[in-house]
């Protein structure tokens, strides 16, 4: 059914569970898994700028490999990308051009004003992908506790 799965990730908590669920559809369907991280660039005079740059790039680069070592452990290929540029952009486009079949992404379950103040990069992927998006809630602190 699944060929090619993308999970989007910036090495947060709330990408954790999308993680697992995109493993586990990988390993089910015999699927290749796309890990992605994106780097928003940073536009600025501000030399100092630079180093939190570096950061943000290695941070991307940890997180994507955080999914390589884990597709491992699960016998799961893995491919992993970096890419700089607006996440919602970037993920449609690294989808569209490696001929995903499903794209998983995580959400840390904003209702109301919330939600429509601040948007979110999951929002607009299912909004605009012509993908498959499949999204994994967040579990609150409060439901972790109780598990």
């Given amino acids: 059914m699944y060929k090619h799965i993308l999970v989007p990730t910036d090495g947060s908590t709330a990408v954790q569970g ?6 586990d559809l990988a ?3 015999g699927a290749t898994l796309h890990a992605l991280a994106v780097v928003e660039p940073i ?3 501000n030399e100092g700028l630079g180093s939190i740059y570096d950061t943000l790039e290695s941070d991307a680069h940890e ?5 390589a070592d884990r ?6 290929t893995v491919i992993t990308a970096q890419r700089t540029g607006v996440p919602h952009r970037e993920i ?3 989808a569209d051009e490696e001929g995903i079949d499903l794209i998983v992404m995580g959400t840390h379950g904003r209702t109301g004003l919330d939600r429509y103040l ?4 999951t929002e607009k992927v ?3 992908s012509e993908t498959p998006v499949l999204t994994v809630r967040q579990a609150d602190d409060e439901d972790d506790a109780d598990s």
């Fill in 18 to 23: 999308a993680i697992d669920r995109a493993l």
């Fill in 27 to 29: 390993e089910t369907y």
């Fill in 43 to 45: 536009y600025t005079v």
């Fill in 63 to 67: 997180a994507v490999e955080e999914v």
């Fill in 71 to 76: 597709g491992e452990a699960a016998d799961v």
């Fill in 92 to 94: 449609l486009e690294y």
């Fill in 118 to 121: 601040l948007g979110s990069v």
């Fill in 126 to 128: 299912v909004r605009l």
